[in-house]
């Protein structure tokens, strides 16, 4: 059994493009010239992740607006004077997962993977006071059917896996230290992942992190015994963990060894998406050794600690330290797998 790896998400954007963005949003250029620096990224951007020799990959998320925003963007009813809100139903996507994904189909022939957001970070759209004539439940079943399309159509367009981005996750434990929160989030993402069967589900994954927006984090406080437990629970087969810029990492191996359960796969992240240096393969390699000490390696598989750009306009880590870290990720997993005698099959 090889050690899969795989990317979580984002690449920055070129400068090219990120300069376009500006004069798009300012009026200085249109739709259609827009678009055209859209396909010059996302070609470069998949032809860069090929030569990486990664066996998956994505769209480096170059023509999203930002990996949490894309189905409000354009909404036009939500209060600006806030955090976003929705001030009327129904609630439906602006835009899907589904056609970033085709749009970069078509330029590759290795697996792609595409990530959506999730149904628990998109519930905070909800005012507490609530809509008048758009009830909190309506709402919820609104944007189960909602999340529900995102992933199945990503699925019948012949996505490799689909990740459930579920940063919120760590973070709703720094917000509610009784998990309440927590419990809810998972109970509403079950909702989602109840409507697709158990093949369906062995390609979708859940994503979470600590956070990583132009270098930040929310939450790496919040320790994973605190998170594990509860977010293995989840009707999803794919967990894609930051591991790599974890202090304690015997003990949230110890972690995920308790709580893994049969049938589901650990995504460790291997390399640090916060820190310039560019890891080696020999200590990537390293890493996945000792992971394997603790984790039947039929349940280990690679990752990246997050991803590169989460936002449009992150420009906190450059493009080509990004696919170095890939290449080095890559490598490091067929070292591991060397020297556990395991001999890689294509997927």
């Known amino acids: 059994m090889p050690i899969l790896t795989e990317p979580i998400g984002s690449i920055p954007r070129p400068v090219e493009l990120l300069e376009g963005l500006k004069a798009f949003s300012a009026g200085n250029i249109g739709a259609q010239e827009l678009d055209i620096l859209f396909d010059r990224a996302l070609q470069d951007t998949i032809k860069r992740f090929e030569a990486t020799g990664s066996p998956v990959i994505t769209d480096g998320e170059q023509t999203k607006p930002s990996f949490a925003t894309y189905p409000i963007h354009g909404l036009r009813d939500l209060d600006p004077s806030q955090l976003p809100k929705l001030r009327a139903g129904p609630f439906r996507y602006q835009l899907h997962a589904a056609d970033f994904f ?19 970070a998109l519930s905070l759209l909800y005012p507490t006071e609530g809509i008048a004539g758009y009830p909190a439940d309506v709402f919820m079943t609104d944007l189960v059917d909602e999340q529900e399309r995102d992933i199945r159509d990503c699925l019948a367009a012949g996505a490799h896996n689909v990740q459930i981005d579920f940063t919120e996750a760590r973070l709703s434990l720094k917000l509610d230290p009784g998990k309440g929160l927590l419990r809810s989030f998972i109970a509403l993402n079950n909702r989602v992942l109840d409507r697709f069967t158990e093949s369906d589900r062995k390609n979708i994954g859940v994503h979470s992190c600590p956070g990583g927006d132009q270098d930040s984090i929310h939450s790496a406080d919040i320790e994973y015994s605190e998170l594990l437990p509860l977010l293995f629970e989840l009707k999803a087969t794919n967990f894609y963990l930051q ?14 060894k308790e709580n893994l359960r049969p049938g589901q796969r650990v995504f460790i992240g291997v390399t640090d998406v916060l820190n310039p240096r560019i890891e080696s393969p020999e ?55 060397a020297a556990l005698g395991i001999t890689p099959i294509a997927i």
């Open 283 to 337: 200590e990537i390699r390293d890493l996945v050794l000792e992971a394997a000490g603790m984790i039947p390696v039929s349940q280990l598989g690679t990752t990246d600690d997050c991803g590169f750009s989460p936002f449009a306009d992150d420009t906190s880590t450059s493009r080509e330290i990004a696919f170095e870290k890939i290449r080095s990720r890559v490598e490091g997993t067929r070292l591991a797998e």
């Open 243 to 256: 591991y790599a810029s974890e202090k304690n990492k015997k003990q949230v191996l110890e972690v995920i």
């Open 102 to 120: 085709k749009r970069a189909r078509l330029l590759t022939a290795l697996p792609l993977k595409q990530a959506v957001i999730s149904a628990s």
